[in-house]
Each structure stands twice: as C-alpha cells, then as structure tokens.
C-alpha cells in the first residue's frame, strides 16, 4: 500500500491544483451551455467530462504523490508501450473525421498519441537526468534523444495528427534549450536546419492529407472559401466578435446555440466562451491560463535536480503549446490543426493524461520541499 507521508498536504501547490480546478470548471460550464443536456441514446457530453475529470483529478493524485524518481524508472517500459499503441493504430486504429487516431479499449476510445506526448518527456527526463555537461551537449552526443523524437513524430504524423506531432517537436527542442548545447553543435544544427528545410517541408508537405494542405492555404486567405475550410474561422471570428465587452451571457449567444460554430465543444470551445462571457471573461481566462504555465515555469527553475527540469518544463510546454495554437486558430492567426484547449475541449484521453502531466508537475515541486528534510 502507498503510504502518504502528512507533509504532502502541507506542501502540495495548493495554488496549482485551484488554477486547474477552476479552468476544468469552466470547461465543464461551456461544454454543458453549447451541447444538449439531455441525451435520447446516451449519457450528455458534460456529464462524461465530469466523470473524465474525476478520473484525471484521481490520476493527478496519484502522481502527485508518487515520486518522480521512481516514474522514471519505468521510463522506457512507458515509452515503448506508447509506440506500441501507435504501431496499433496503424493498422487497427478507429477512423472518425478524416483521422485514424483511436484504438478501443474496454468500449472507450482511447488516443495514443496522447500518451506518447507524455512518453516523450518521461524518456528524455529519464536521458538527461544522469549527467548534463556545464558547457552543454555536443551534436553526436544527441543521437538517442532524437531516436525518441523520430520514432514517435513520424507515426503520429502518418494518422494523421499535424497538432500532436508538432507538439512533440515542441517539447523536444524546449527541452534541448534547457539541457544546454555546446556552442559549435549549436551553429552546426542552425546550418544543418537551415539546408535541410526544403527537405523536411516535402517530406512534411507529403505526409498531409488534403484537407490539412487546404487548411494551410486557406489560413493565409479565410475568405477564399467561406462555405469551406475558412468557414470555421470565419464563425469562430464573428463569435468572438459578438462576445463584445461583457458577452452575451451564460446559455446565449447566436453563433454556439443555433449551432453556426461547429466543434463548439471541443476544438473551438475558446470562440463559445468568448460569445458568451465576452472581453471581461476572456481577460480572466487569460490570467488563469497565465497563473498556471508561471507556476510551471517557477517549478522546473527551483526543481532539485534536472530530471525535475526536464519534466516540469516539459509538461509546461505540453500545456501551453496547445493553449497558443488553440488560441491562435479561433483568432484566425494560426492554421486551424486541430488541437484542442487543454482542460477546457471536451476529451477523456486528452484531459485525463494533460492531469497525470499536472500530477507529476506537482510532484516535483513537492520532492523539492520533501527533500529539505532529508
């Protein structure tokens, strides 16, 4: 049995656990003002965010509690088993909206790609916790870290699922930036980034369905084909519009109740909320969302080692690369990719592992504290 030591609850982040429960509040509100209440073949889509909520809240207990350390452990068992999740999709994965991203467990549609995110992390914390140069990393020494960047990247991107993938790249070069680089490596990949671009956009380019290189283009131009792909930014624009100062209140709004924004729930729920609550409720979601990726920030520079380095700024960038793209393309200043407003957009698998990253972020600013008495 797990025995939790009494100063866990005298040095949890109180502060990071309200953060998250008062953005999941307003997830849940927004979800149950632009979806029905009521459901003739099942339960309502806010009732099954409540109860993924209650699941991430349990997962973020758990590993809030369970030592870092010991999870990195178990690191590379993590990392293989998200590859070979991936490796399912591709020839078993369930198809839905153009995408073959979920595999069924149990009944439940699970995402792995969602899980291979965190996997990343955990391997590259796992990598760079034993040793880290004072005048960083030489090129050739990078070789296994960019095997757990490829490997992953390429079969998410093969679903196909542009915002994971760019999320895991994301993570990584986030990661590189903190672990430190030798200054001749560092100019050496600047050169080989900059000659091998043509390449790696064709080959990107190339791993696009149609739809996505329709996105792409019609970012640069919405209004080329407003009944199209710019149809969804357009609505999401004038939704935000309408939203004014002060919003149109709670269960109002033209743009989400008569249903001319589609994804209300998940990939646009941010153009909801703003329809509804307007610039006030905007600014408050804001210094939410702000609050949380600082205290993330504050945790990974006081972390007591680097492995806690590695981790906590890696699950920051988990959260906030979403955010600013999510944002971005309800705005109209990002392509619309598909990637959903973390703990806000309705999603079981995607809300229950961005709370394990919580859980564990929380770990390491417990550990710090825990230590001090050691």
Known sequence: MLAIDRRVFTHMDW??????????????????????????????LYLKQCAWAAVGFGAFSLFAVLDYQRLLGYAHH????????????????????????WVQVG???????????????????????????????????????????????????????????????????????????HRKSLILVTLLAGMGFPFFWEFFWNSLREYQRNRLVTFLNPGSDPLGTGYHVIQSKIAIGAGGVAGQGFLQGSQSQLKFLPEGHTDFIFSVFAEQWGFLGVVVLFLL??????????????????????????????????????LGMTLGVAPVVGVPLPLMSYGGTSLVTTMT?????????????????R
């Open 15 to 44: 502060r990071l656990v309200f953060l998250i429960g008062a953005v999941l509040a307003v997830g849940i509100s927004t979800i149950y003002s632009v979806t029905p209440q009521w459901s003739r073949g099942g339960t309502p």
């Open 357 to 373: 990253g919580l859980g564990i972020l929380a770990n390491v600013h417990l550990q710090r504290h825990l230590s001090l008495y």
């Open 78 to 101: 993590i990392f293989w088993l998200a590859l070979g999740l991936l490796v399912v999709v591709e020839f078993l994965g369930h198809v839905g909206m153009g995408a073959q991203r």
């Open 289 to 326: 969302f702000s609050g949380l990726l600082v205290r993330g920030m504050d945790i990974a520079i006081k972390s007591r080692d680097m492995a806690g380095t590695v981790l906590a700024t890696g699950i920051v960038c988990m959260v906030a690369f979403p955010t600013i793209v999510n």
């Open 107 to 181: 009944g439940v549609n699970v995402q792995p790609s969602e899980l291979a995110k965190l996997a990343v992390i955990l391997i590259l914390a796992r990598h760079f916790s034993s040793h880290v140069p004072e005048e960083g990393f030489y090129f050739r020494e990078l070789g296994v870290p960019l095997i757990y960047l490829v490997l992953p990247f390429v079969m998410i991107l093969r679903q196909p699922d542009l915002g994971s993938a760019l999320l895991v790249l994301f993570v990584f070069s986030m990661i590189i930036i903190i672990v430190g680089m």
